[in-house]
């Protein structure tokens, strides 16, 4: 969450650079608003390319271009687009965290030494 936070003020002087995406949606609009709201699950999402995955910082760069190439496959209508993008990157992060969470769970499990049959409890 921090990280996503750094992340949108980092972001935030393209919301004045004219002909950036940014400026053209407005700081203190919905649409705005949604796009710091998709910051912390998508670097949840760059969090997992880079430590579970192993990538690097290189598995984090093509996540955030493959977010960005997002722009042109999906329609913008309205705003719409935005929303869709969103939702999809919120329900990634949280299928990553889910698939991430299980592993962490199993690799425990098998950590963990087996009870001995018979012993006291």
Known sequence: MLLGAAWAVWHLPLFFLTGTGQHETGLLTWEG??????????TYIMLFAYEHLAGGVW????????WNATDAL????????????????L??????GVYWYARRRNA???????????AAT
């Not at 608003?33 to 998508?42: C, K, S, V, Y």
């Not at 598995?59 to 493959?66: C, E, I, K, P, R």
């Open 33 to 42: 608003a949604l796009f710091f709201g998709t910051l912390p699950p998508l």
């Open 59 to 66: 598995s984090a760069v093509l996540v955030h271009a493959a």
């Open 74 to 89: 999906v329609p913008e209508v309205g705003g719409t687009g935005q929303l869709l993008r969103s939702a999809f990157t």
């Open 91 to 96: 329900a990634l992060a949280v299928a990553v």
């Open 108 to 118: 425990s499990a098998e950590a963990s030494p087996a009870p001995v049959a018979g």
